[in-house]
């Protein structure tokens, strides 16, 4: 299994610009597609932004598509999600998540089918 940790967020105005990390360990970190997903109080965990384990497939929110960017440095087993022009309404806890079904041809908005989890860091943006 892999272990998920995740960092860079915090406390940013309206129009601002935060970069996210998902730092992992344990299994071959290339075997694993990577989800972001985001749970705000009081609403249900959606779905951000996701990336097949080569790079080469890229998914996105309708809500973030153009001001986030996905990304990730398998020889670095570490994942990011790069956030531009952050709206009050990203304000969040945001969580990475791996899926071990690499012979898949696609990435998945579904939380249901990540595997691993990290543990969230929190974004908020102050308007």
């Known amino acids: 299994q892999v272990q998920l940790v995740e960092s860079g967020g915090g406390l940013v105005q309206a129009g601002g610009s935060l970069r996210l990390s998902c730092a992992a360990s344990?299994?071959?970190?290339?075997?694993?597609?990577i989800g972001w997903f985001r749970q705000a109080p009081g609403k249900e965990r959606e779905f951000v932004a996701a990336?097949?384990?080569?790079?080469?497939?890229?998914s996105y929110a309708d809500s973030v598509r153009g001001r986030f960017a996905i990304s990730r440095d398998n020889a670095k087993n570490a994942g990011y999600l790069q956030m531009n022009s952050l709206k009050p309404e990203d304000t969040a806890v945001y969580y990475c998540?791996?899926?071990?079904?690499?012979?898949?041809?696609?990435?998945?908005?579904?939380?249901?089918?990540?595997?691993?989890w990290g543990q969230g860091t929190q974004v908020t943006v102050s308007s």
């Open positions: 998540a791996a899926d071990d079904r690499k012979h898949r041809a696609v990435v998945t908005s579904k939380g249901s089918e990540y595997d691993f």
């Open positions: 990336i097949s384990w080569s790079g080469g497939i890229t």
């Open positions: 344990g299994r071959t970190f290339s075997n694993y597609h």
